[in-house]
């Protein structure tokens, strides 16, 4: 692995399924942040993890769950899926301080029907 | 609230210069970020200012002026594969970015 991967690439969906995105990374960073980028819309932030172990809510939280037990895996979990979460969703990492920037995963794009 | 405003879309001829601007309105400033977004593809980091000034990087530079909330990426000798989207991020004072919608640019021969 080099870098920061994402699976599936894409997926379609039922409404009222639940459905886990899978990110990882290899660079030993301690942050990590799930976005989901919109037509006409900036990035929004889903949750986020500072370090293994501690996670936080970012803007647009509900419906979405994410867990971090290690310092590489940061999933997140769609627990009954509705159509308004068909979006690009992007995983991220950063190492710790405010100048580090993140490197993005190449992204899922999921569609809920 | 918080925002962040961009042009939503810039058209440019290759060979030349092209400014995109960003002003934002953030609750506590951190540092702000320019990234760019081929179609399809994640975004990629070009530039940080936390200062007021310019940050020079090749082809690409970077202004920023906090008591104005204000930025530019300079974009110079433009080239195709620079037809990209390009966004302007900001650090609030939770350490979050908070992002604009981006700035497509399309780059004509």
């Known amino acids: 692995i080099a870098g920061i991967t994402q699976a599936p690439t894409s997926q379609i969906l039922a409404a009222g399924r639940r459905m886990t995105l899978r990110c990882t990374q290899d660079?030993?960073?301690?942050?990590m942040y799930w976005y989901r980028q919109d037509l006409g819309l900036g990035l929004r932030l889903i949750h986020y993890?500072?370090?293994?172990?501690?996670?936080g809510k970012g803007e647009v939280p509900d419906g979405y769950s994410v867990s971090r037990a290690n310092t590489d895996d940061f999933p997140l979990t769609l627990a009954s899926a509705v159509p308004s979460q068909t979006s690009v969703y992007f995983c991220?990492?950063?190492?710790?301080?405010?100048?580090?920037?993140?490197?993005f995963g190449p992204g899922t794009r999921l569609t809920v029907l | 609230g918080q925002n962040i405003d961009q042009p939503t879309e810039m058209t440019a001829t290759e060979g030349a210069i092209v400014q995109i601007n960003c002003t934002y309105q953030?609750?506590?400033?951190?540092?702000l970020f320019w990234y760019q977004q081929h179609a399809g593809e994640a975004p990629t980091f070009l530039s940080y200012?936390?200062l007021d000034g310019l940050e020079e990087k090749g082809r690409f530079s970077s202004f920023l002026s906090r008591s104005k909330g204000y930025s530019y990426l300079l974009l110079k000798e433009l080239q195709m594969k620079d037809s990209a989207s390009y966004l302007c991020?900001?650090?609030?004072?939770?350490?979050?970015?908070?992002w604009g919608a981006g700035t497509k640019l399309i780059i004509k021969p």
């Open positions: 991220a990492s950063s190492a710790s301080g405010s100048y580090n920037e993140q490197f």
């Open positions: 660079m030993r960073h301690n942050a």
């Open positions: 993890s500072n370090t293994a172990g501690t996670t």
């Open positions: 953030t609750s506590g400033f951190n540092g």
């Open positions: 200012n936390v």
């Open positions: 991020a900001v650090m609030d004072s939770n350490y979050q970015l908070i």
